[in-house]
């Protein structure tokens, strides 16, 4: 890898964990708790910034900006069990996208909405920690589907910009 292409890429995932940290405050702001038809879900708009990494940049990158924007939330005011349901569910999206976004067969979008379920899984198994109780696994099914929406969405808001990004980038290290 050229030193070029190298300061690209640190410089496109610092920007990414800025966009991640910016989406996460504004999903925070924009949906409050409670508008959304499911507790405790939310559209996941910082994992635009994680599926971007993971498509231009690559996947120890992607893991490293989730696992950094749950540390700087928890940082700027989140709570632990809060850090805990994000940084599991997103560790869990993470390993389920990078299982698949290499295979030819599955699209941004089928990475995105199995990420989201997965994000879902992991949140999920907070909640059986913390509650210690097996009936919050009755909640999985509403939640894994209201993510595959989400899921649908984020892909299709990411799509723009890695094919914006990749043509940049090309031109740039050339």
């Not at 990414?16 to 940290?21: D, F, G, I, Y």
């Not at 696992?67 to 939330?73: D, E, F, G, N, Y």
């Not at 698949?100 to 949140?123: E, Y």
């Not at 910009?161 to 940049?168: P, Q, S």
Request: hydrophobic share 60%; aromatic share 8%; charged share 10%.
């Amino acid at each position: 890898m050229s030193r070029k292409k190298a300061a690209y890429d640190i410089t496109k995932t610092a920007m990414m964990l800025a966009l991640a940290l910016v989406l996460s405050i504004l999903e925070a702001w924009l949906l409050p708790r409670g508008i959304l038809p499911v507790p405790g879900f939310k559209l996941g708009l910082a994992n635009i910034a994680i599926l971007v990494t993971l498509y231009s940049v690559g996947k120890k990158e992607a893991l490293l900006v989730a696992i950094l924007r749950s540390l700087v939330v928890l940082a700027i005011g989140g709570n632990i069990i809060g850090f805990l349901f994000s940084l599991l569910g997103g560790m869990t999206a993470w390993s389920i996208m990078c299982a698949l976004c290499d295979r030819s067969r599955v699209s941004i979008f089928g990475v995105s909405i199995a990420g989201a379920a997965g994000h879902a899984l992991g949140q999920i198994l907070v909640a059986l920690w913390v509650t210690r109780t097996v009936y919050v696994i009755g909640y999985l099914p509403y939640l894994t589907l209201l993510s595959a929406f989400a899921g649908g969405i984020i892909a299709l808001l990411t799509i723009p910009v890695v094919k914006a990004l990749d043509h940049i980038g090309n031109e740039m290290i050339q």
